[in-house]
């Protein structure tokens, strides 16, 4: 398995009531590193899958994450920026709704062009964020490497990452850069702004016309599917309450992806996701 994608460093604020603006709030500051696709790696090492990261960082911190990483159980090959430091994200935290504020550093230089072709080919997924296309100073370089990864056969699943950040993007230039992923996740916002429709449902129908899978999470509502058939909602069956649903994306992506490599049916690997999930939501921090 081989994950491709943002390393940042978190800044976690979860307010113990609401934010007064040009005056003090109080609230529970944690550090932590982060990034969405580092995220669904560690998660991923955590669930004991073979698992590879690509990633860019601040050449300063090459050793604190190479190190990180290990003791995760993943292989990393971070490349280090002598220019831009890592990117760091401030998450403000009001009860089920998060605010990210945003600077992607050295994530917007990595290239895709000098991933190791090895790594590829010994996968059987290869995993991509749509924060990798975002602010990134050449995006053009990320459906290269999707059509590179599908030309030897590994299959390529992509988060939709950010509503904001796509609509910045653009939805249909998304679209276009990701024509060739295997399996696209998004969340219902990000769903509905790709699709242009009225609803969840439509919105995945929609999609599924294009790519081969769409994962539709809803939180609690639960989880849509569609493999070119009439989507289908997967229930949460035990719904949790949420301590911090930071992370809550990149773990569900982590608990589908490891069942995806062990070669389970999509409602199978969807399941495992939100139990992983469930495991996130119930800790604070990104990461198990």
Not at 173 to 202: H, I, K, P, T
Not at 215 to 230: A, C, K, L, M, S
Request: with cysteine.
């Amino acid at each position: 398995m081989l994950v491709v994608g943002d390393v940042i460093h978190d800044i976690l604020v979860t307010l113990s009531m609401p934010l007064r603006r040009n005056t003090d709030t109080p609230a529970h500051i944690h550090r932590s590193s982060g990034g969405s696709a580092a995220n669904t790696a560690v998660w991923l090492g955590h669930l004991g899958v073979d698992v590879d990261f690509v990633g860019r960082v601040g050449a300063e911190d090459v050793p604190r994450f190479d190190n990180q990483f290990v003791a995760a159980g993943v292989r990393a090959h971070l490349s280090a920026d002598t220019e831009k430091p890592t990117g760091s994200i401030v998450i403000v935290v009001e009860g089920e709704s998060r605010t990210m504020l945003t600077d992607r550093g050295a994530n917007t230089a990595l290239d895709f062009g000098a991933i190791d072709a090895g790594l590829v080919t010994q996968s059987s997924w290869v995993h991509l964020t749509g924060y990798s296309m975002f602010h990134h100073s050449q995006p053009e370089a990320i459906p290269e490497f999707i059509s590179s990864v599908r030309g030897v056969g590994a299959q390529v699943m992509m988060d939709a990452s950010s509503s904001g950040f796509l609509e910045d993007f653009g939805a249909q230039r998304f679209l276009e850069y990701a024509a060739e992923v295997s399996l696209l996740r998004c969340n219902a916002e990000e769903a509905l702004m790709l699709a242009g429709q009225g609803s969840v449902s439509d919105s995945v129908a929609v999609l599924g016309e294009r790519f081969p899978t769409v994962v539709v999470t809803q939180g609690p509502e639960g989880v849509w599917v569609t493999q070119g058939n009439p989507p289908t909602l997967v229930p949460v069956t035990h719904p949790l309450t949420s301590v911090d649903p930071t992370g809550a994306g990149d773990s569900f992506n982590a608990g589908l992806l490891a069942g995806l490599t062990r070669q389970e049916s999509v409602v199978n690997a969807v399941g495992q996701g939100i139990a992983v999930a469930g495991e996130c939501i119930t800790r604070v921090g990104a990461r198990p």
